[in-house]
């Protein structure tokens, strides 16, 4: 019997699950360490206020308490960095105000780290963080973009005149102004991107330890990137130098961006454990999550869009305020820059395009990339904008859409905002879709919805992303305060398993199976003989991590650039014991062949003789079987697709049900579909909660209203339905394998589909726009109100 | 301190606790059992699911002590001794039913309890409205949804019957 095909193409079942379906899973807080302390953070309840010197004298004598750290303790530490430096219109760099590890006499936002306990226990950490007596003085404050730029309103910091963390542009305002003038069409739409709280379901911990012996320090932490917060909190934070300083990042419950940042917290286990030579573990509580994990999106914006007479965009211009929340979260500046204005083309034609961002500082928990990160933004504020253009000139929404897409023989493409788009085929993504969704039968469906007094609405979007993040010199030269290549190393075993170190982590993505199809397809190993090790810096190279879905685009083309090198050696080994010209060898599914004859060596009988070299070419070749690679994108990759969405509403409650989802993603090659599919499902998911239901609420001081899961919506089983998802694919140009990239295109296209079917099915409501999330509340109001109240009924 | 005694999956097991102790911080910090997850502070997420006396139950909500005397089965109990698969494990995997696999052990665990307690049948819906207690954040469901319902023949020893619609 042939053995099962397990390479690329396989729905292969996944390899790390074992552990994780029999509780043997090792996430951060299962890690306890000899000796170990607990930490508990008391952070500030207030949006904005000043404190004096926190009196930690009674706290000091409760029962187990080790000590309490406060900004008085850190003078010698730094700020939290930010790793991406904006320029404003003028040309100079954003206002940047520090970060402080603990607040220094000031906290500006809800949940602000003021004091650290550390005790024996958890309990008696939190007992004695609760004593702690802090006089504060509130201080006007702000928490909504609109309020924050309004003259005269609450500074965030002293610092930063009118909040404005920067005021960016990009594109030709002259040309899109003059197209706007000799336009016969003009469509306007305000419009707000909803404030989200990540949420993964494992909450942030991190545990410090300290050697005594060797003062090397290790890190256990919830990370989607170990060498980066090593690099982070090493050299700006701790001034702990890269040999001295393990991280480790080990099974990690969920991501989604919020896991990328490095947080005050890791920072603090790890001094306070070189301090009292203990380690010291910290583990957020829910609500901890909901005040202190970097939120995503808000947004407030209008766009107007410019066409000619027959439908054709003319040109586009946009103003967004993006909320930056109390401090500059590590990557937070690009999002509502490089990750959203320059994804303002999508996947139409739009010859001239002119954004401008004004970032502010709020009273709010910092903002940063959430699944998607910029590109939601952008596809909401687009697909919105298309469909309100087509309603406004009366022309189809399809038609209007098809009528601008770019054409598939217009590849490479050249948007005007950046970006140009390496291969795609948007007419292919947008057909498959409008038929796997019935679009053409939705009119029988809506009229048997109506028979049963539900009003039944679809809406479609057309998406674009850019993600395998990204070539260096591209993000250097736009401010990136790093590079983005990744790394992998390949270490065939003497007896012919394999180990592969990348870079890249894995927090539900599956890349111990996906990577090991790859591994085992390249090399002709069986799957089995394959294991992906990640999220360690004693034991990986280096590497930039797992975020803007650039896994398997980058860290499995270092992979790739790895084995190719592997395969050389192989090569020259195998030459050399079947006596043949190096030329003459020819390696496929795991054997080197001499061309022509049915000589043949296997990978494991090389790599044996690599590690036992006793008739081996030393005098050319070291032995061993091991190889690195770095792998520099050359471009970003480009997914694209078309999400089609049908909604029933209950008139009489206002709660709208997704019915029908369908998604049609163009996510370039597909290793396992299996789990390209579950990472499709799950960004849908995410992006029907953030239309539907998810919002995180603050007053308009910035006291956090939805700051439990009793308080902010999380999608529920019983509130999605099942999900349609085909692949229709062009390979990435670039790249060695392909591929483009499949984590955050479900969370892009899903929003504006649901919100479109959500107006389409109130279309006899008048209304025009409704922002995210279309509660219950929201929809039963416009149905409830003024003239058009129950005028389907009629 | 007070004493409490269980049987962790099949061990008797008698730990002395603080009154305030929750029966997953005895799970977990007590008798290393980190299978069981703890991913809010409202009872929320589920992810904490254990069974007690054969019964879902999400252990974040329940004192140690109010274990006295009970039968407790977590993620880590469920399999043979000789490493055999529960049905609903085996479904999980099959069908792609975990990503980061925070949730899973409390997800299986009330997936379980579901399908003992339907034993007429599941619908898809049921099954939805049943996950009420349990949050994921990666799956959006479909997939467990899928594991549940192929889990349920291999539960019951029969096939699952149509909906009764």
């Known amino acids: 019997m042939a ?137 006007p404050s702000v928490a909504t973009v609109s309020d924050a730029v309004k003259p005269g309103a609450p500074l965030v910091h002293d610092s930063v005149p009118g ?71 090493g050299a700006f934070v701790l001034s ?43 583990t957020a509580e829910r609500n901890e999550s909901f005040m202190s994990d970097a939120h995503g999106r808000d947004h407030v914006s209008t766009a107007e869009l410019a066409l000619d007479k027959d439908g054709k965009f003319l040109a586009l211009r946009v103003h967004t305020l993006a909320n930056m929340g109390a401090y500059l979260s590590t990557f937070s500046t690009a999002v509502p820059t490089y990750l959203y204005a320059t994804l303002l083309a999508g996947v139409y034609t739009t010859p001239v395009i002119y954004a401008e961002v004004k970032a502010m500082f709020t009273n709010t928990v910092p903002v940063d990339a959430y699944r998607g990160a910029g590109r939601p933004e952008a596809t909401f504020l687009l697909e919105r904008l298309v469909e309100v253009a087509a309603r406004d000139t009366g022309m189809d929404r399809v038609e209007l859409r098809r009528r601008n897409l770019i054409p598939r023989n217009a590849f490479p493409y050249q948007t005007p905002v950046a970006l140009q788009y390496d291969s795609g085929d948007y007419q292919a993504t947008l057909d498959t879709a409008l038929k796997h969704a019935d679009w053409a039968g939705f009119e029988a469906r809506r009229q048997a919805a109506a028979a049963k007094g539900k009003l039944r609405g679809i809406g479609l979007s057309t998406y674009l992303e850019a993600c395998g993040i990204a070539p260096s010199a591209v993000v250097g030269s736009l401010g990136a305060r790093a590079a983005l290549y990744e790394v992998a190393n390949v270490r065939v075993h003497p007896t012919g398993s394999v180990s592969v170190f990348t870079g890249t982590h894995s927090h539900g993505q599956g890349h111990e199976t996906t990577f090991a199809q790859l591994v085992s397809d390249q090399l002709g190993v069986p799957l089995a003989s394959v294991d992906v090790v990640h999220g360690d810096t004693a034991k990986i190279p280096f590497g930039m991590g797992t975020y803007g879905s650039r896994s398997l685009a980058v860290g499995g083309s270092a992979m790739v650039k790895a084995m190719d090198k592997i395969i050389a050696k192989g090569k020259k080994i195998a030459a050399h014991l079947m006596e043949a010209d190096v030329h003459d060898i020819e390696f496929k599914d795991g054997k080197f062949t001499v061309a022509g004859t049915d000589k043949s060596k296997t990978i494991g009988e090389i790599a044996l003789t690599a590690y036992v070299p006793h008739n081996y070419p030393i005098e050319e070749l070291e032995p061993g079987l091991e190889e690195t690679a770095f792998y520099d994108p050359k471009n970003f990759t480009f997914p694209g697709g078309c999400h089609v969405c049908e909604v029933e509403i209950d008139r009489d409650t206002g709660v709208v ?100 079917a959500v107006v389409d099915a109130l279309r006899d409501y008048g209304v025009r726009q409704i922002d995210m999330p279309a509660t219950a509340a929201k929809i039963w109001a416009i149905i409830n109100a003024g003239p058009h109240h129950r005028k389907p009924a009629e | 301190m007070p004493q409490v005694s269980v049987t962790v999956n099949g061990k008797p097991q008698t730990v002395q606790v603080e009154g305030r102790t929750l029966l997953v911080e005895l799970l977990r910090e007590k008798l290393g059992l980190t299978g069981t997850h703890v991913g809010c502070d409202t009872s929320q997420c589920g992810a904490c699911v254990v069974h007690v006396d054969g019964r879902a139950v999400k252990s974040c909500t329940m004192l140690a002590l109010q274990a ?15 490493g055999t698969l529960h049905p609903m494990q085996e479904m999980f995997r099959e069908h792609h039913a975990l990503q980061c696999g925070f949730c899973t052990p409390g997800m299986v ?57």
């Not at chain 1, 954003?94 to 949940?111: D, I, N």
């Not at chain 1, 469509?187 to 990540?198: F, K, Y």
Request: aromatic share 6%.
């Open chain 1, 3 to 139: 053995p099962p095909f397990e390479g690329i193409g396989a729905a292969v079942r996944r390899k790390e699950d074992q552990r994780f379906i029999s509780g043997r899973g090792t996430y951060t807080d299962d890690i306890n360490r000899p000796g170990q302390l607990y930490a508990f953070i008391r952070r500030s309840d207030r949006p904005h206020a000043k404190f004096p010197a926190v009196d930690t004298g009674a706290a000091m004598e409760l029962p187990g308490v080790v000590a309490i750290y406060t900004a008085a303790d850190l003078a010698n530490i730094g700020g939290l960095p930010c790793g991406w430096q904006i320029h404003n219109k003028d040309g100079s760099p954003m206002a940047e105000p520090k970060h402080p590890v603990l607040a220094e006499g000031v906290v500006r936002h809800v949940g602000d780290p003021i004091a650290v306990v550390i005790a024996e226990t958890r309990q008696q950490a939190k007992d004695a963080a609760e004593k702690l007596d802090i006089a504060f003085t509130d201080l």
């Open chain 2, 109 to 165: 665990m009330a997936a379980i309890d579901l399908v003992n307690t339907h034993p007429e049948g599941l619908t898809e819906e049921q099954i939805r409205h049943g996950l009420e207690g349990n949050l994921c954040r990666c799956t959006g469901y479909h997939n467990i949804v899928k594991a549940i319902a192929a889990a349920w023949p291999l539960m019951h020893g029969k096939s699952l019957p149509a909906a009764a619609e």
């Open chain 1, 163 to 233: 909040n404005v963390c920067y005021d960016w542009h990009i594109g030709d305002k002259a040309a899109v102004d003059a197209a706007f003038a000799g336009a016969a069409h003009r469509v306007r739409l305000d419009l707000t991107n909803n404030r989200l709280i990540p949420n993964a379901m494992e909450p942030r911990a991190a545990i410090g330890d300290y050697d005594r012996a060797t003062g090397d320090y290790t890190l256990y932490t919830t990370s989607q990137n170990p060498h980066v917060i090593r690099l982070l909190m």
């Open chain 1, 657 to 756: 049900r997704v019915v029908n989802f369908t998604a049609v993603d163009d996510v370039g090659r597909v290793i396992n579909p299996m789990i390209v599919e579950g990472q499709v499902q799950g960004g849908v998911a995410q992006g029907i909660g953030q239309a539907l239901l998810e919002n995180a609420a603050y007053d308009a001081d910035g006291n956090l209203l939805s700051g439990s899961f009793m308080d902010y919506t999380m999608p529920r089983a019983d509130d999605l339905p099942n999900f349609h998802v085909a692949t229709e694919n062009t390979m990435c140009t670039h790249n060695p394998l392909g591929v483009k990239g499949c984590g955050e295109v479900g969370a892009i296209g899903s929003p504006p589909a649901v919100i479109n």
């Open chain 2, 68 to 82: 006295d005397g009970a039968k407790v089965t977590t993620i880590e109990g469920l399999a043979a001794a000789d």
């Open chain 1, 240 to 282: 702990l130098p890269e040999h001295k300083l393990r991280v480790v990042a080990p099974d990690v419950g969920g991501g989604f961006g919020s896991k990328i940042y490095h947080y005050a917290e890791e920072a603090i286990v790890t001094w306070a454990a070189g301090k009292l030579a203990r380690p010291v573990k910290w």
